[in-house]
C-alpha cells in the first residue's frame, strides 16, 4: 500500500510542482492539495486523513506554525514535514516545537525530498545535521529527554558512539566490545544512518552535543 500525501501550498504552481514530483515516487501518493490549513483541517474532518503532510509554513488565515500544531494535538499519527524557502532558525525551531518530523528548503533536489519522504517513514522523522545543530542550540534540554530513544538507537550502537568519541581506532573499539572489525564497521553504518552524519567527527560532534556522551 502506498504512503498518501497531502499537500499544503497557497501557491497553486509550487502545489501542482510539488504533487508531480511527488506522483513520480513509486512509494507515493498525493491525496490532495489545498491551499491552506483551514482547508487541510476541513478534509481531515471528512475522513480524508494522509500519512504524511507537506506544509508550507507563510500561508494567509492559518499559516503553517497554527496547522502543525493542529495536527500534533488532534492527529499526532500524521507526520508533518514543513517546507519553506526560510531557512531562519527561530522559524525551523517552531515548526518541529509544533510537531513537524523534518524541515526542508523548497530550492531542495528531487532526491533530497524523496530521502527526507523515506526517512519520514523509516525512522518516523527527518533531521539533517544541521536541523540538529540548531535544535540542541535552541529547544530546551528538557525537549527530548532521551536522544538515544530519539534517534532510534540500541544499547550496541549507543555503547560504540561512546567508545568512538575517545581516542581508540576502530579496530581497539571492536576489541573492547568483542566483537569483529566488520561488526563494528555495520554499527558505524547504522549510526551514521540515524545521525545523518559522514564522518566520526560528525557522529563525535552529535553525540556531544545530544549529552550521548559528556566531555
Not at 563494528?184 to 545530544?210: H, P, T, W
Request: net charge negative; with cysteine.
Amino acid at each position: 500500500m502506498k504512503t498518501t500525501i497531502a499537500i499544503v501550498d497557497d501557491h497553486e504552481l509550487m502545489a501542482k510542482a510539488l504533487s508531480g514530483l511527488v506522483q513520480k515516487f513509486e512509494e507515493y501518493d498525493v491525496l490532495y492539495e489545498v491551499p491552506g490549513g483551514n482547508e487541510l483541517i476541513y478534509m481531515i474532518k471528512m475522513k480524508m486523513v494522509p500519512d504524511i503532510v507537506l506544509l508550507d509554513i507563510n500561508m494567509p488565515e492559518m499559516d503553517g506554525y497554527d496547522t502543525a500544531l493542529w495536527l500534533k494535538n488532534n492527529y499526532p499519527e500524521v507526520k508533518v514535514l514543513a517546507l519553506s524557502m526560510n531557512d531562519k532558525e527561530e522559524s525551523i525551531v517552531r515548526m518541529l516545537r509544533n510537531g513537524a518530523r523534518g524541515y526542508l528548503l523548497k530550492g531542495c533536489k528531487p532526491h533530497e525530498l524523496k530521502q527526507a519522504l523515506d526517512s519520514l517513514v523509516q525512522k518516523g522523522y527527518y533531521y539533517t545535521e544541521y536541523i540538529t545543530n540548531q535544535l540542541i542550540k535552541s529547544l530546551n534540554p528538557d525537549t527530548f529527554k532521551n536522544p538515544v530513544d530519539m534517534l532510534g538507537l540500541n544499547e550496541r550502537e549507543t555503547n560504540f558512539i561512546r567508545l568512538s568519541c575517545s581516542d581508540l581506532t576502530y579496530a581497539e573499539i571492536a576489541d573492547k566490545m568483542c566483537v569483529s572489525p566488520r561488526t563494528v564497521d555495520g554499527y558505524r553504518e547504522s549510526v551514521f544512518q540515524k545521525m545523518n552524519v559522514k564522518s566520526r567527527v560528525g557522529m563525535v560532534l552529535v553525540a556531544i552535543r545530544l549529552k550521548i556522551f559528556e566531555i
